[in-house]
């Protein structure tokens, strides 16, 4: 790692210079260009690493040379990254106090010592500089997404809705999905302390950003079925097949809920076989061979299950075909039926029931915003052929 420093550096140094030689007027007569000896007592500091002692000398090179303001901003971005954060604000913290620095560079120190409070979890100072940086021309869609970041850690979802509102104006990149999830969350808190109207307020908002947004439709459905309005909330459910398929796990137990408490079990029987032939997944099995062994018995619903797993073999339509089955055997068939039981019971316990479609993280929970790589959306119910197979 030392040696890469060393090569990134003497590369910033190279380029600097480089920069300075081509940029002075051609009338000019060529002059012999030197590293300055400061630079390399610097260098020495940083080869013995005595990381104080090479950011006082390169603090000391930015009064005496304007040159070499490229070469701090690279040094102060190393520094950075190297998780030595305290010296890159010092760094840059110098930069911005020169008076007479030029305002392209005093734009992207100030962006730079940004990052640095960020780095550092400094939110409300990392804040006011981007904040400032907004009405820049060169830096406003890399201040706007910062400050989308900051909202998002502090969970201001009013200031990042607004922020992602003048991002999406500033770079003709939609944030509408985005956006959507954000009136989610304000929907989400507002339902949680039962303030309903508040809630639907929100909600309508989401889908208004976003019509394909299934947690908006699920957390319609439990603003409605907190209020015993189960056939409106049957409404938000049935659209989830349309939105995302994939996320019909999250939705089959309120629908169950919602059909039980109109006390029309028949008809949620009938979707739910319409919905199976449909877009075949476990969750749906689990509640249709439900109600199949109330009304009919284990044997008839281990008979429908094990119909499932012949066309769609996974191992948690085995498992729930397993716990159906196990109620009518009898002797050795029932103790090794236990014993498979078990077995699968444990290897499911290891598997995660949701990944991350972009950075793999994986987990028991469903985050809409993937706590690996921040983006939202992007996290899905495992449960389909591929993913389920060992």
Same mark, same amino acid.
């Given at each position: 790692?030392?040696?890469?420093?060393? #090569?990134?550096?003497?590369?910033?140094?190279?380029?600097?210079?480089?920069?300075?030689?081509?940029?002075?007027?051609?009338?000019?007569?060529? &002059?012999?260009?030197?590293?300055?000896?400061?630079?390399?007592?610097?260098?020495?500091?940083?080869?013995?690493?005595?990381?104080?002692?090479?950011?006082?000398?390169?603090?000391?090179?930015? =009064?005496? @040379?304007?040159?070499?303001?490229?070469?701090?901003?690279?040094?102060?971005?190393?520094?950075?990254? &190297?998780?030595?954060?305290?010296?890159?604000?010092?760094?840059?913290?110098?930069?911005?106090?020169?008076?007479?620095?030029?305002?392209?560079?005093?734009?992207?120190?100030?962006?730079?010592?940004?990052?640095?409070?960020?780095?550092?979890?400094?939110?409300? &100072?990392? =804040?006011?500089?981007?904040?400032?940086?907004?009405?820049?021309?060169?830096?406003?869609?890399?201040?706007?997404?910062?400050?989308?970041?900051?909202?998002?850690?502090?969970? @201001?979802?009013?200031?990042?809705?607004?922020?992602?509102?003048?991002?999406?104006?500033?770079?003709?990149?939609?944030?509408?999905?985005?956006?959507?999830?954000?009136?989610?969350?304000?929907?989400? %808190?507002?339902? %949680?302390?039962?303030?309903?109207?508040?809630?639907?307020?929100?909600?309508?908002?989401?889908?208004?950003?976003?019509?394909?947004?299934?947690?908006?439709?699920?957390?319609?459905?439990?603003?409605?079925?907190?209020?015993?309005?189960?056939?409106?909330?049957?409404?938000?459910?049935?659209?989830?097949?349309?939105?995302?398929?994939?996320?019909?796990?999250?939705?089959?137990?309120?629908?169950?809920?919602?059909?039980?408490? #109109?006390?029309?079990?028949?008809?949620?029987?009938?979707?739910?076989?319409?919905?199976?032939?449909?877009?075949? &997944?476990?969750?749906?099995?689990?509640?249709?061979?439900?109600?199949?062994?109330?009304?009919?018995?284990?044997?008839?619903?281990?008979?429908?299950?094990? @119909?499932?797993?012949?066309?769609?073999?996974?191992?948690?339509?085995?498992?729930?075909?397993?716990?159906?089955?196990?109620?009518?055997?009898?002797?050795?068939?029932?103790?090794?039926?236990?014993?498979?039981?078990?077995?699968?019971?444990?290897?499911?316990?290891?598997?995660?029931?949701?990944?991350?479609?972009?950075?793999?993280?994986?987990?028991?929970?469903?985050?809409?915003?993937?706590?690996?790589?921040?983006?939202?959306?992007?996290?899905?119910?495992?449960?389909?052929?591929?993913?389920? #197979?060992?």
């Amino acid at each position: 790692m030392k040696i890469v420093w060393i #090569l990134l550096f003497l590369i910033c140094i190279g380029l600097a210079w480089l920069f300075g030689y081509r940029s002075r007027p051609k009338e000019e007569p060529p &002059r012999k260009i030197n590293v300055p000896r400061d630079y390399l007592i610097g260098l020495n500091f940083l080869l013995n690493e005595e990381t104080d002692k090479a950011v006082d000398i390169f603090i000391k090179m930015l =009064e005496l @040379d304007s040159d070499t303001v490229e070469t701090h901003l690279a040094v102060g971005k190393l520094f950075r990254r &190297r998780g030595e954060v305290d010296r890159a604000i010092r760094i840059h913290q110098n930069l911005i106090a020169r008076p007479q620095l030029e305002r392209i560079y005093r734009e992207q120190s100030l962006f730079e010592l940004g990052q640095d409070y960020l780095s550092a979890g400094m939110l409300d &100072r990392a =804040e006011r500089i981007f904040l400032e940086l907004v009405s820049a021309k060169t830096h406003s869609a890399q201040a706007l997404r910062a400050l989308i970041d900051i909202y998002q850690q502090e969970k @201001d979802w009013e200031k990042a809705v607004q922020s992602a509102i003048r991002y999406e104006n500033a770079t003709r990149q939609s944030m509408q999905p985005v956006i959507a999830h954000y009136y989610c969350e304000l929907g989400d %808190s507002a339902y %949680s302390k039962k303030q309903y109207e508040l809630a639907t307020g929100y909600l309508e908002k989401a889908v208004s950003a976003d019509s394909t947004c299934v947690r908006a439709s699920l957390l319609q459905a439990k603003v409605l079925i907190a209020q015993e309005e189960h056939k409106k909330a049957l409404g938000h459910l049935k659209k989830i097949k349309d939105q995302n398929p994939d996320y019909l796990s999250e939705a089959i137990e309120l629908l169950a809920s919602c059909y039980e408490k #109109l006390n029309q079990e028949d008809k949620l029987v009938v979707y739910l076989k319409q919905l199976l032939d449909e877009y075949p &997944r476990v969750p749906v099995v689990l509640i249709l061979a439900e109600r199949i062994r109330k009304w009919k018995g284990d044997k008839v619903a281990a008979s429908f299950v094990a @119909d499932y797993v012949r066309r769609y073999p996974s191992l948690r339509g085995l498992y729930l075909f397993i716990n159906l089955y196990i109620s009518n055997a009898e002797g050795r068939a029932k103790e090794d039926l236990h014993i498979l039981q078990n077995l699968m019971k444990k290897l499911l316990g290891n598997k995660p029931d949701y990944q991350c479609s972009s950075c793999g993280f994986s987990g028991k929970f469903l985050h809409w915003q993937c706590p690996g790589c921040k983006q939202w959306n992007t996290i899905l119910p495992i449960y389909s052929l591929e993913e389920d #197979l060992v």
